[in-house]
């Protein structure tokens, strides 16, 4: 029946019945890829610039040596 019922729709009116939330534009795809990168390289330099920081100011903040190399050592991906 619903088969039938598409046929009788014109195409523009049968486009608007499909869910538009389950389609994702290609804007919408290139613009989150773009976003994740974005994160990706923030992780990185943020480990990396706590990586370099000095013992002194990293008992200041209060982390160890350990804790730094544990968290740097993280693949980007990784929260």
Known sequence: MSHLLSRQMSPDAHRASVNSATLISPLKAVM????????????????????????????????????????????FWRA
């Not at 000095?54 to 050592?73: K, N, P």
């Open 32 to 75: 989150s890829l773009y976003y994740l990168l974005v994160i990706w390289n923030s992780r990185w330099q943020e480990r990396q610039h706590l990586r370099d920081l000095d013992e002194h100011i990293l008992q200041d903040i209060g982390l160890s040596c350990d804790e730094v190399w544990q968290e740097a050592r993280k693949p």
